[in-house]
């Protein structure tokens, strides 16, 4: 698990496939829409793939006209580094992270499963225990203490 970033961004519009994914271990890949085996293939949902689920992040039909990055494509049609980040960012934030924050608000999400959730989200934050905590709506302190009881019950 590692945060998206401009590169991914480009890279994943550059290749000329489909759709930008996040599969169950925490990669980005790129896959085409015949790829997918049942579930609707639209950003953020979860679909079936032959390698099993995955979260769908970005459809690259969506890339050019998106309204949250007017004007994004440089020539040659390719993404300027600072969209991409802003991409980037906005995808990890509401496609990633969003559900994650979810899962462990839900239900009866136990002390273990909210710090495997907190575990995860300071990965996808680059080890940002504070990032990860403003996503939580909790301190930094409360973080590293959700943390440290997961690190001794794993």
Sequence with gaps: MRPLIAADIISFYASSRDLLILTSDGRYEHFDKREIRSGQATAYNTVSTDEGEVRVLL??????????????????????????????????????????????????????????????????????????????????DAVHELLTKNASTS
């Design 59 to 140: 459809d690259r039909t969506t890339l050019p006209d998106a309204d949250w990055h007017p004007g994004s494509l440089a020539r040659y049609d390719q993404f300027d580094t600072a969209t991409a980040a802003r991409v980037a960012e906005t995808v990890m934030r509401d496609g990633v992270i969003a559900p994650l924050v979810q899962q462990a608000a839900e239900g009866e999400a136990d002390e273990w499963e909210r710090a495997c959730v907190a575990a995860e989200i300071v990965a996808y934050c680059g080890g940002d225990e504070t990032a990860a905590g403003r996503h939580l709506g909790i301190s930094p």
